[in-house]
């Protein structure tokens, strides 16, 4: 157990439709990193925040959004969902904003229909 | 464009072998370089990592060499066991990246009893 954790464990929408998935770091940690893992590929980093902020920028989508609220956790936005968008959604946190090793959750498994 | 490879999307050895997974990278900017192993249904785990200045580093069982020059690095098991089965990616950082990893798409490794 890595101490992220991510809700909800599995997601099943529709085309066009907007989903919220969220995360909450490990105790301590001040940044957070959302990566998208398509089937049979890598991990792609799609956003960075670190203390509320937003850091780094990946190959994130214009539908897609995030933000880390004060308490530290954060929600990444997917909006007007297309197929292609079903993924694993992967949530880690580190200590600070320049940390090497990031802890990661459970994941998100996102179904569009 | 793949800046981390993974060239061998599978792996078979026999418990008590050594199992060695391969990884190569373009990116001259990379500075630090992880191993993540990943479990069905669970997020990555950090294995062991390497920062540029060295070429080996080692934690039991795990030993991970790096070869700047050719920028290919190299994750060795010994001996390997029917509990490393995973999937095991290979991830990069660097500071101009603000840290984000670049993964590769993995190596599926089965150690076999």
Not at chain 1, 5 to 10: A, G, N
Not at chain 2, 9 to 32: A, H, K, W
Request: net charge neutral; hydrophobic share 35%.
């Amino acid at each position: 157990d890595s101490g992220v954790t991510q809700t909800p464990k599995h997601l099943i929408t529709a085309t066009g439709q907007r989903v919220t998935l969220r995360c909450s770091p490990r105790s301590g940690d001040l940044s957070v990193y959302w990566y998208q893992q398509s089937l049979d590929q890598g991990l792609q980093f799609l956003i960075q925040y670190y203390n509320g902020e937003e850091r780094a920028k990946g190959n994130i989508l214009e539908r897609f959004s995030a933000q880390q609220f004060p308490d530290l956790h954060s929600e990444l936005n997917l909006s007007s969902l297309e197929l292609g968008d079903s993924a694993l959604y992967f949530c880690a946190s580190s200590v600070a904003g320049w940390d090497n090793e990031q802890f990661f959750g459970p994941g998100t498994r996102l179904t569009v229909l | 464009d793949q800046q981390v490879k993974q060239n061998s999307p599978s792996l078979s050895v026999q418990e008590g072998r050594i199992s060695i997974l391969n990884c190569d990278y373009t990116n001259s900017m990379f500075d630090y370089f992880l191993w993540y192993k990943k479990y069905p249904a669970e997020g990555p785990t950090f294995l062991i990592s390497i920062s540029s200045i060295k070429d080996k580093n080692e934690d039991g069982r795990f030993t991970v060499f790096l070869n700047k020059s050719a920028k290919h690095l190299s994750l060795h098991i010994v001996p390997s066991q029917p509990g490393d089965s995973a999937v095991y990616f290979c991830a990069a950082s660097d500071l101009t990246g603000r840290r984000a990893l670049t993964f590769g798409s993995g190596t599926r490794l089965q150690v076999q009893p």
